[in-house]
């Protein structure tokens, strides 16, 4: 699945994905239910990896204009 978007709104998509990130990891630490800490874990991870490749997006959009600069 692809999803188009403006870099502000990707910078947005990732600021939120990170803020997520550092709440679910103080939810995780606090829960004592083993099965809910499981599953927290696992949308902790599939975040990370949305985050991940919003991440990379920014940086090669900012790259590939930074050539374009230099051109």
């Known amino acids: 699945m692809q999803i188009q978007l403006s870099r502000d709104e990707a910078e947005a998509l990732r600021d939120l994905l990170r803020q997520r990130v550092v709440e679910l990891d103080t939810e995780i630490n606090r ?4 099965t809910f800490k499981h599953e ?7 975040i ?3 985050l991940g490749e919003v991440s990379a997006a920014l ?11 230099t051109v």
């Open 48 to 50: 990370e990896r949305v």
């Open 59 to 69: 940086a090669e959009q900012k790259e590939t204009e930074g050539r374009e600069g």
């Open 31 to 34: 829960t004592d239910s083993l």
């Open 40 to 46: 927290l874990q696992q949308l902790d991870r599939s």
